[in-house]
């Protein structure tokens, strides 16, 4: 099965600084790639999410990239805020239907 | 929309006993999954299923069985609870749709085997 692994494990930024969350993937047949925000005590919720036939996606302060031929994909917060303190999940799926874990990044933002 | 729900919120069981985690959705959504979390680890996938009446296997299901009887529900059942099944177990509901896709998750069900 398809195995994501995900670095860091833990990442502490000032506030305004930029932080980068690296995912890679197993499965070349995945498609699908989604990000998580998780907050302490709370339900994971999609913050971002990339297509395979799409390079990058921007939503503001937050980006995702891939690389298919690298099989790997990053997540991008700009001008990151307190707010902003969570853990994040990546996470891979082939046609939508199984979806494989990264085992989290603990992002910090120290104000 | 109450969106995805799950009850209960919290649990004891003692080893050996069996229980059914609910889960219910009201969007109307094709997708269902259960996961569970453990301290330190990514949500790993227990079973998961495409519609009504159709299911399958994730990464993590044996002591776990599930149906998909209508559109809303998928229960989760744990046979015979074990002390390994302690976790925090969450419901998703997701569809995908002309490359719209999303993946919505419930609230969460804590678990605790004795």
């Known amino acids: 099965g398809e195995n994501v692994e995900q670095h860091p494990s833990t990442l502490s930024v000032q506030e305004g600084d930029s932080a980068v969350i690296k995912c890679t993937y197993s499965d070349s047949a995945s498609n699908y790639f989604p990000w998580y925000k998780q907050e302490l005590g709370k339900r994971p919720q999609l913050i971002i999410d990339?297509?395979?036939?799409?390079g990058e996606k921007k939503d503001q302060r937050i980006a995702v990239t891939l690389n298919k031929t690298a099989k790997h994909f990053s997540l991008h917060i700009t001008e990151t805020q307190p707010e902003d303190s969570a853990v994040y999940f990546c996470a891979a799926s082939i046609n939508f239907n199984k979806f494989y874990f990264g085992s989290g990044t603990k992002l910090n933002v120290k104000p | 929309n109450a969106g995805v729900t799950q009850t209960p919120k919290f649990q004891v069981l003692k080893t050996g006993q069996s229980m059914t985690l609910q889960c219910a959705q009201d969007?109307?959504?094709?997708?269902m999954s259960w996961y569970r979390q453990d301290p330190g680890m990514g949500l790993r996938l227990i079973h998961y299923s495409v519609g009504a009446g159709i299911t399958d296997q994730g990464e993590v299901p044996n002591g776990y069985n599930v149906s998909r009887s209508t559109t809303e529900d998928f229960p989760l059942r744990l046979l015979s609870a074990a002390p390994s099944q302690t976790s925090v177990y969450f419901c998703?509901?997701?569809?995908?749709?002309?490359?719209?896709?999303?993946?919505?998750f419930g609230p969460g069900t804590r678990l605790l085997v004795l």
């Open positions: 990339i297509r395979s036939n799409v």
């Open positions: 969007m109307n959504h094709e997708y």
């Open positions: 998703a509901s997701s569809y995908s749709h002309r490359d719209q896709e999303t993946q919505y």
